[in-house]
């Protein structure tokens, strides 16, 4: 029997860890510990995702939240040391590129307990993205790069990793397997919808700690909003930020909700016109809903999107963004080809980690 522990913290790798979870909980020869790490820690960011998706309870939860990188990454470090001390795992998993990726994966590594790192190889080639400092790290200290796509594979490659002493798998991408399990499972998140809407999630630190561009990204959306009304669930960073800069918007053109559930989120995706977005998770999900998305950032890891003209990188400026959702909007693309593994990710995972 081998004893792995899970450390997830934020919403992304909740949804990431599910369909993995459920892999393992079909195999008798393998056990998951999970640690959260607090990082989310509203109930709509966190408790949500593990009743709708079936994820056991955490059996730690280590209350580390809303505290600058340096002091969130350090106390995570110190708290998941403690509980692998006890645990005494044979591996660590850990998921994307968040404070909870880096620190888990790190105070495994000085353990000298094997590493699983899933959604390896991602490359922005942005260092002042923390997203891309903490991926770099930790897929260089992990023993088994689970990458969802054959660029994420080259990016290790093009970095020397057949010199290391680490395992490329191309797994796929866990986040379609989600897709493809909860694609008929779908719930209206509220009543009093647009019928046609146009739905966006911005919160990544490169819009919201930069006020101009924040500005410019609500006012664009209240200008496209007159034509095609936006739907946005709130992530609660960009809330605050709002609320520091006085944005406000007419609730006609852009509706501002609650984060909400996966399970609403699917029905935001497969109803909605078109995808606006900074989410790495969204631009993918944009693609599985058929949905074209336009991605408010300067580049993005997934470049098989815009290879495939499924999604077009936008800087955050007013014109920018109006102007480009005026060329997209009639774009209706051939959704068909299968980019990401086509949703067998997760039980190739579990395979690589009960045969190592
Ligand atoms: C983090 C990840 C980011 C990921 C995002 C997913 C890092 C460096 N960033 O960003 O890569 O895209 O999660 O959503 O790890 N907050 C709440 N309630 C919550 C969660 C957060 O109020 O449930 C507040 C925090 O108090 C903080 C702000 O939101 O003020 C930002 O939270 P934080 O976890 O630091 O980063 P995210 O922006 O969520
Ligand atoms: N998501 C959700 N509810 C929301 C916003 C996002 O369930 O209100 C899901 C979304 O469908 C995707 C994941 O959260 O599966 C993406 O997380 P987020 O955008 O917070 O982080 P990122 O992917 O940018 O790291």
Excluded at 39 to 56: C, G, L
Excluded at 216 to 245: C, D, Q
Excluded at 288 to 307: A, G, H, K, P, Y
Excluded at 319 to 344: C, H, M, R, T, W
Aim: aromatic share 8%.
């Amino acid at each position: 029997m081998s004893k792995i522990v899970t450390i997830i913290g934020a919403r992304p790798q909740f949804i990431k860890a599910a369909a993995v979870s459920r892999e393992i909980r079909n195999r008798d020869d393998i056990r998951e510990i999970i640690v959260h790490t607090g990082q989310h820690f509203d109930a709509n960011m966190s408790e949500v995702f593990f009743e709708q998706m079936d994820i056991p309870k955490p059996n730690y939860n280590l209350g580390v939240n809303s505290l600058s990188h340096g002091a969130m990454t350090g106390q995570m470090l110190e708290k998941i040391e403690e509980v692998l001390l006890k645990e005494q795992p044979d591996r660590v998993v850990v998921y994307g590129d968040t404070n909870s990726t880096i620190a888990g994966a790190l105070a495994a590594k000085k353990l000298h307990i094997k590493v699983a790192h899933v959604e390896a190889g991602l490359r922005s080639f942005n260092m002042k993205m923390p997203e891309e400092v903490n991926r770099i790290l930790t897929d260089r200290i992990s023993d088994i790069l689970f990458c969802p796509t054959q660029k994420a594979v080259d990016n290790l490659y093009a970095e020397g990793f057949e010199n290391f002493n680490s395992k490329i798998v191309l797994s796929g991408d866990v986040m379609q397997d989600a897709a493809n399990f909860y694609r008929d499972k779908s719930v209206k998140p509220i009543d009093n919808l647009p019928e046609n809407y146009l739905l966006a999630t911005i919160h990544r630190a490169e819009n919201t700690d930069y006020p101009e561009k924040i500005k410019a990204i609500f006012a664009a959306f209240e200008e496209i909003g007159e034509e095609l009304p936006v739907v946005l669930p709130l992530h609660p960073r960009t809330r605050k930020v709002m609320e520091k800069l006085s944005i406000s918007v007419d609730s006609r053109k852009v509706v501002l909700i609650e984060p909400v559930g996966y399970l609403e989120m699917v029905w935001l995706l497969t109803h909605a016109s078109m995808v606006m977005t900074d989410s790495g998770g969204l631009q993918k999900e944009a693609y599985f809903f058929d949905n074209f998305c336009i991605t408010l950032r300067d580049e993005t890891e997934w470049v098989e999107l815009i290879e495939h003209s499924f999604n077009v990188i936008c800087k955050a400026e007013k014109q920018a963004i109006i102007k480009a959702y005026q060329k997209s909007k009639n774009i209706k693309p051939d959704f068909s080809v299968e980019l990401y593994g086509g949703g067998k990710a997760s039980a190739n995972i579990v395979d690589n980690l009960t045969n190592q």
